[in-house]
């Protein structure tokens, strides 16, 4: 079996027919863009007069791309001294350290970098010049000089093995397939409250109980009452085997970064050694999804538990970071135990907070000792910042802009653009996900560079990340969905310059990018293809465009629920309710996506002016208020569609008002309930109905049935002329104790507001 993955990653670009000068913005396949590329006239042929020279220094690179033509292209290089070569220099003018020139010539390919780092990213765009494998005996590729460097430092992915682990072998796939995006560091989380997946030598019940749990959730942690499969399920990496994939990592110029969860996501530690919680009491591996109250207790031997388990952690990660996790650490065991409180008064804390802020710095002074620095969460900026830890900011950028302001290196992974266990299409058809809506376009119109920052201070953004958590994920194949091609835009992000990147030229290289992901069997996501449409409303008229990212294949629609037959040129006019399908056909007539599906009620509320005094959170207010009104409802099993309006924490008074007088009997709308995510249904619904003849009705209506995931309701009244309403939407408040989200302001959900 071939264990070169990476090598068999091609690209196919710049073929044959060279022009001089051609435009590289239309014509370059290369992903991440370049940040100069000329194309020139002639080409370079693969024969086998080609030798292959290298320095020294470049040596591992030049005989990794040796190895890739031998076992993709049967092809050798020739021995002799032939007057054609691929030579592999050293360059120390390069300024950037992942920087490089490749230079193809009719007769010379010549690949400069001052490191080796940038002799490889080299050859990754090399790579993708190189036709697909055929039965010729030669290839050639189009002359062209590219000289590129990346725009940030860290440009990393993460992968969650807690929730659901995932093999040696797939681990080493995943680091090929980023670092073919010049991706240069894997975040591997490795300990979580489902599963502990490291070897440590010194404390053998982390293996033997930590590992494994008894059994998982079925369906989303959201579906009431929670239900299981009853099968135990677990696994580890021993050390030789995260030995293992270091070294390979290394070869592709990636750096691994281990995160050990502390003092948060530990209860599977905890269930090995319930001595680390302030209970004491035995509990279990964990189960289901959420935040638990089992953290570690800052005693001493829990540090000593924990600077054990770094011993042993730093000698198999030579990378300059350990990743400590300081996120969504519960207080509610530290506020309950007399060891906490006492550490409160005798270290001078302020709280509970103060107390965190003293947990990571203790162990961020441990872990500078051994030669590392230390990565948090950005709840690491609660109570105070350690020192010298970075920060990487998730919920947000708020914690990065704070942190860089304050002088420390901050990683941009916020949940909107840069967490890939999101959905990413509105499909109904989707696989489960946590939840959330994160679309292609959107990562790759992601800036790392929060606004807020000066100059300066930016300077400490390292780059961003793209996090995979694995709660929805049981597969390698639905890693790969999740996480591909959203991977591909982020390399971009972090990899190419600003004033360069364009989004239709992005999809046009994408295209041919998704040709290899099906040479290399990866699973992705094929959203570009997929249709969307959008209903307008100008002059009275009601029409719906249809739409798709890529402009390849026509889109063919129905209106009357039968298979899409009408080629699509105009919007649809929407006079009557209706439901749409559509999907992009090639010329053999099969579909390259999913059917797009679309009802549309045309309510009385459709057309009506409304108001909201407030307004919707910027993430989940992709429809405006005017989609609470436009006759679509919102997506059945999540949240993040352009139909549901989120509010965070507030009331919120809904104003409707007609044209003319309408007579209305019912009011019907639905609220989302996903506890999980911190989303409750209210308690309260008010109404005012502002009558024709000037008086109005105020009713208050409590909703009682709130145990699904959609909580349906609707008011009824008498026929009634009504020129004006409004409808009072009470936040569920601060959540209690006991519920996901304890503690923090509830946010609401709301879909249509349908008016018969």
């Not at 269930?271 to 207790?297: D, H, I, M, S």
């Not at 694995?470 to 597969?475: A, R």
């Not at 609470?628 to 008002?657: A, C, H, M, P, Q």
Request: proline share 4%.
């Amino acid at each position: 079996m071939k264990t070169h993955l990476y090598l068999k990653f091609l690209i196919i670009i710049l073929l044959t027919g060279c022009r001089p000068e051609i435009d590289e913005i239309i014509k370059s396949s290369i992903i991440p863009r370049p940040l100069s590329q000329k194309i020139e006239t002639g080409s370079f042929i693969f024969n086998h007069d080609v030798a292959i020279v290298s320095e020294p220094k470049l040596l591992e690179v030049s005989n990794y791309f040796d190895l890739y033509l031998k076992e993709n292209y049967n092809f050798e290089f020739s021995n002799n001294n032939s007057s054609k070569k691929i030579t592999f220099k050293i360059d120390d003018s390069i300024n950037n350290d992942e920087g490089y020139e490749l230079d193809v010539s009719k007769n010379d390919i010549t690949i400069k970098s001052k490191y080796a780092k940038g002799a490889f990213y080299a050859v990754q765009s090399l790579l993708q010049l190189i036709p697909l494998p055929s039965s010729a005996n030669t290839f050639k590729i189009a002359c062209i000089n590219i000289k590129d460097e990346p725009q940030f430092k860290y440009r990393g992915m993460h992968l969650d093995v807690g929730r659901h682990f995932f093999s040696v072998d797939f681990i080493k796939k995943y680091i090929d397939l980023m670092a073919r995006l010049k991706m240069n560091t894997f975040h591997w989380h490795l300990t979580e409250d489902q599963g502990w997946r490291i070897e440590i030598k010194k404390y053998p019940k982390l293996q033997e109980i930590a590992a494994f749990r008894n059994e998982t959730l079925i369906g989303h942690y959201n579906d009431q009452p929670h239900q299981f499969d009853g099968k135990p399920y677990g696994g580890f990496y021993t050390q030789e085997q995260i030995k293992e994939v270091v070294a390979y990592a290394k070869t592709r110029q990636v750096t691994i970064i281990p995160e050990i969860e502390m003092p948060g996501h530990s209860q599977a530690a905890i269930a090995a050694y319930p001595e680390l919680g302030c209970t004491r009491k035995q509990v279990e591996v964990a189960t289901k999804w959420g935040v638990f109250n089992e953290v570690y207790c800052p005693k001493e031997s829990t540090f000593k538990f924990l600077e054990d388990v770094v011993d042993e952690v730093v000698t198999l990660f030579p990378g300059k970071y350990i990743h400590i996790g300081g996120d969504e650490a519960p207080k509610t065991n530290w506020k309950n135990c007399a060891h906490c409180q006492k550490l409160i008064k005798k270290e001078g804390l302020k709280d509970e907070h103060g107390l965190q802020s003293y947990f990571i710095a203790r162990m961020e002074k441990y872990i500078n000792t051994k030669g590392k620095q230390i990565i948090g969460w950005d709840e690491i900026l609660e109570g105070g910042l350690a020192p010298n830890a970075t920060v990487m900011s998730w919920r947000g950028t708020s914690g990065a802009v704070q942190a860089a302001k304050e002088g420390h290196d901050v990683i941009l992974t916020p949940g909107s653009h840069c967490y890939f266990d999101h959905y990413q299409s509105e499909n109904e058809n989707e696989p489960l996900a946590i939840g959330g809506f994160l679309p292609l376009e959107k990562v790759y119109h992601f800036n790392p560079i929060p606004e807020g920052l000066t100059d300066k201070e930016a300077t400490y953004v390292l780059g961003a990340q793209g996090n995979v958590w694995t709660e929805y994920m049981e597969t390698e194949k639905q890693v790969e969905y999740m996480a591909f091609p959203r991977a591909v835009a982020l390399s971009e992000v972090l990899w190419s310059s600003p004033e360069h990147k364009n989004y239709s030229d992005f999809i046009y290289r994408l295209e041919h990018y998704q040709k290899q992901f099906d040479l290399l069997d990866v699973n992705y996501a094929n959203h570009i293809y997929s249709v969307k449409g959008k209903l307008s409303h100008v002059s009275d008229r009601l029409t719906y465009e249809l739409n798709t990212t890529s402009s390849s294949y026509p889109i063919y629609y129905s209106t009357d629920k039968s298979f899409p037959s009408k080629l699509y040129s105009t919007p649809i006019t929407v006079d009557t309710s209706m439901h749409i399908k559509a999907v992009v056909l090639n010329s053999k007539n099969s579909a390259l996506g999913a059917i797009f599906q679309q009802e549309i009620n045309l309510h009385k509320g459709v057309g009506a002016t409304i108001a909201i005094d407030k307004e919707p959170h910027p993430a989940y207010n992709a429809g405006g208020k005017g989609a609470l009104i436009n006759g679509i409802s919102g997506n059945n099993k999540r949240y993040g569609d352009r139909e549901w309006l989120g509010f965070s924490g507030e009331d919120i008074v809904i104003t409707i008002e007609f044209e003319s007088p309408k007579n209305i009997k019912k009011i019907s709308t639905r609220f989302y309930n996903g506890n999980g995510q911190w989303i409750y249904a209210p308690n309260e619904i008010g109404f005012s109905f502002y009558l024709e003849d000037g008086k109005t009705i105020n009713d208050i209506s409590i909703l009682e049935e709130k145990n699904n995931l959609l909580v349906n309701y609707s008011y009824e009244l008498k026929s009634t002329a009504v020129t004006k309403l409004d409808i009072i939407v009470k936040n569920y408040g601060i959540i209690p104790e006991g519920k996901q989200g304890a503690g923090h302001k509830a946010w609401t959900f709301i879909d249509e507001v349908i008016i018969e």
